[in-house]
């Protein structure tokens, strides 16, 4: 199993679909103001900017026992400054996850979006090509 080249092509899978995603949003226009506020949620501040979608974000998991984690463990650098340690491939990085498994970041181009549809569209579209290759992924989602 060379998982470098699976964690390409998920990228590749990733950015193409977080670009379909982006496109799909920006044709319908903004959803959201955004506006500076203090601690209490008082707007202080004019619009500052727009959203496409409810911020947040997703990221992969991965059973603990799957061939790509004891790879990964063998081939990735593990940052040992991290708590859990984190192992780190090229574009992505895998950690313990807190309850079970592990969590599996992968970098794409518009990572830097806060809509969590673009990030779940390019993670469900990660999880398809591990799956081709027989790993039991799952996407999760989060709002901000």
Not at 65 to 86: I, L, S, W
Request: contains cysteine.
């Amino acid at each position: 199993m060379d998982i470098n080249e699976i964690m390409k092509e998920a990228q590749t899978a990733a950015n193409q679909a977080a670009t379909e995603k982006f496109q799909e949003l920006t044709n319908h226009g903004p959803k959201y103001a955004v506006h500076e506020a203090d601690l209490g949620g008082k707007i202080t501040s004019g619009q500052i900017g727009t959203l496409l979608d409810d911020c947040g974000g997703a990221y992969i998991t991965l059973g603990g026992r799957e061939q790509f984690v004891r790879e990964a463990k063998k081939q990735g650098v593990q940052d040992e400054n991290c708590h859990p340690p984190h192992y780190n491939g090229d574009g992505w990085s895998m950690w313990k996850g807190v309850y079970s498994g592990y969590i599996i970041h992968l970098d794409f181009d518009l990572q830097g979006r806060q809509e969590v549809s673009i990030h779940a569209a390019a993670m469900e579209a990660a999880v398809e090509v591990m799956k081709q290759y027989g790993m039991n992924a799952n996407v999760k989602t989060y709002i901000d």
